[in-house]
């Protein structure tokens, strides 16, 4: 099990840049990925982005290369997401969510995805 607390967000204003941060515990090691998931307010979880851990190979969502950038620090433990250009739509609660022990690939889906922290909100004013 991977312990998951994601920071850095807040009311921003459109067009600022924004990186979040989540720091992970526990058995990282066992993780393929980790990846960033938003959920709007009455929308389902959708995926951001995600990363592997070891080589550090990057997947976005659809729409999603333009303005986020995924990334990690190994020695840290730490995952990263940084946005730009941020427009009122981007406003959300921001998951940050790590693959589960023997998933060996990146999915969209919030499936294979089996630790999760509790989310850090982002306010994006236009």
């Known amino acids: 099990q991977v312990h998951l607390v994601e920071s850095g967000g807040g009311a921003v204003h459109s067009g600022d840049s924004l990186t979040l941060s989540c720091a992970a515990s526990?058995?990282?090691?066992?993780?393929?990925?980790m990846a960033w998931f938003r959920q709007l307010l009455g929308k389902e979880r959708e995926f951001v982005a995600a990363i592997t851990w070891r080589g550090g190979a990057t997947y976005y969502g659809n729409g999603m290369e333009d303005r986020f950038t995924i990334s990690r620090d190994k020695d840290r433990s730490t995952l990263y997401l940084q946005v730009n250009s941020l427009k009122p739509e981007d406003t959300a609660t921001y998951y940050c969510?790590?693959?589960?022990?023997?998933?060996?690939?990146?999915?969209?889906?919030?499936?294979?995805?089996?630790?999760w922290g509790r989310g850090t909100q982002v306010t994006v004013i236009s």
């Open positions: 969510a790590a693959t589960s022990p023997g998933i060996g690939a990146v999915s969209a889906s919030t499936v294979g995805f089996g630790s």
């Open positions: 526990g058995r990282t090691n066992d993780s393929y990925a």
